[in-house]
C-alpha cells in the first residue's frame, strides 16, 4: 500500500486521495474486476465481495493488472474501460457451447467462449422502454413513482398509501424510479434486484416461471410492447416487413425465414380474433397511461401488440 498520509487532523478528502493514488495496489483492481463482473456475469476475481489474502485467486492475473493499470492511465475513465472490455476478442466470442471446451472449461474461467446472463431487472425495463420510444433519457432530476400493483402497501405494511406518478416521470430511466425499502417494485424484486432491506455486493442470479410471466403481463412490459407495435405500424408495408422491421430492432439481426412465418401467422390469427372481439382489443390497447394513434386500426394494432410482446421475451432479448 502507499503510505498512509502524514498530519495531526487527516480528513475524508486524505482518505480519497490516498484510496485513489496511482500506487494504491487495490482500488483500480477492486473497480475493474466489477465492471468486468457486469459484463462477463463473473470477475477475474470471483469473489468481487472481496480481493483479499482469502479471495479466489485471479483467473488471469496478469490481465487484471493490465487493465487495473490502463484505467488509472487513462484518468480513471469508466467509458474507456467499458469500451476496451466490450471491443475485446472475449467479450465478442460467440456463446455457444462447444462440448469439448464445455469440458474444460464448464465455469466460462478460461473465457473460452462468449458471456451469455440475463439483462438486470433495471436493464430490463429500460430496454423495453427504450425500444418502445417511451424511454425519457433525459439526464439528473428528482425520482418517482412507477407503475405498483393497487393495494401493495397497504397488504405488506397495513398503513400509508401509494401515490403513482404520471406523464413522462413514468418512463424515465430506472435508474430514477423511486423505491420505498420496505415495498419494492415487486417487477424488479422478480429480477432479482435488492430489496434495499440489507447491503448487497452481488445479485443472485434466478430463473423462475413468475419471470416470464412478469415479461409478458406486468403493466410496464405490455405498455412497451403496444408502443413497440405502434413504431411497427407507422413503418408501413406489409405485416412482415413490419414485423421483420422490429425483430431486426430487438435483436440486431435480420430473422430467419421460419422464425417470421412464424410471427406473421401469429400475428394474422390474433387479427381474426380481435377483430371478433373489439373489446379484448382495447382492453390490450389500454394498458398503462401512453395512449395509441387514433387513426391506426385496434385489431391490427392490437394484434401486432402480441407479436411486439413475443419479440421482446426472447431470449437473445433479455439475455446478453
Not at 469440458?103 to 446472463?117: A, C, F, I, K, Y
Not at 415479461?215 to 407507422?234: I, W
Not at 425465414?257 to 410471427?263: C, Y
Request: proline share 5%; hydrophobic share 40%; glycine share 6%.
Amino acid at each position: 500500500f502507499s503510505p498512509v498520509p502524514e498530519g495531526e487532523s487527516l480528513t475524508r478528502l486524505d482518505l480519497a486521495r490516498w484510496l485513489v493514488d496511482g500506487e494504491h495496489p487495490l482500488t483500480s483492481r477492486v473497480f475493474v474486476n466489477r465492471i468486468w463482473e457486469q459484463f462477463f456475469g463473473t470477475g477475474i476475481v470471483k469473489t468481487s465481495e472481496n480481493l483479499g489474502r482469502q479471495s479466489d485467486w485471479p483467473s488471469h492475473p496478469q490481465l487484471l493488472d493490465w487493465i487495473a493499470v490502463d484505467f488509472v492511465e487513462s484518468g480513471w475513465d469508466v467509458k474507456e474501460l467499458i469500451r476496451a472490455i466490450v471491443m475485446s476478442r472475449a467479450y465478442r466470442q460467440s456463446s455457444i457451447i462447444v462440448e469439448e471446451r464445455l469440458q474444460h472449461d464448464p465455469e466460462n474461467r478460461l473465457l473460452s467462449r462468449g458471456p451469455r446472463t440475463r439483462l438486470q431487472a433495471e436493464m430490463l425495463r429500460d430496454q423495453a422502454l427504450f425500444l418502445s420510444g417511451l424511454l425519457v433519457e433525459r439526464v439528473g432530476g428528482p425520482s418517482w413513482w412507477v407503475y405498483q400493483p393497487a393495494g401493495l402497501w397497504l397488504e405488506v405494511e397495513k398503513r400509508g398509501t401509494f401515490v403513482q406518478d404520471h406523464g413522462e416521470k413514468l418512463y424515465r430511466r430506472s435508474l430514477y424510479s423511486r423505491i420505498r425499502r420496505t415495498v419494492a417494485p415487486p417487477s424488479m424484486l422478480l429480477f432479482d434486484m435488492p430489496s434495499r432491506e440489507m447491503c448487497s455486493v452481488k445479485r443472485t442470479l434466478t430463473n423462475t416461471p413468475l419471470q416470464a410471466l412478469a415479461l409478458l403481463n406486468e403493466v410496464t412490459y405490455v405498455e412497451a410492447a403496444k408502443k413497440f407495435a405502434e413504431r411497427m405500424m407507422t413503418k408501413g408495408g406489409t405485416p412482415g416487413e413490419r414485423i421483420a422491421w422490429g425483430f431486426r430492432c430487438a435483436t440486431s439481426r435480420v430473422a430467419e425465414r421460419e422464425e417470421l412465418e412464424i410471427l406473421v401467422k401469429g400475428y394474422e390469427r390474433r387479427v381474426e380474433r380481435y377483430r371478433r372481439d373489439g373489446k379484448a382489443a382495447e382492453n390490450l390497447l389500454g394498458q398503462g397511461e401512453s395512449k395509441v394513434a387514433d387513426y391506426l386500426p385496434k385489431p391490427e394494432m392490437a394484434a401486432l401488440t402480441t407479436v411486439a410482446n413475443v419479440i421482446l421475451n426472447l431470449d437473445e432479448v433479455i439475455n446478453r
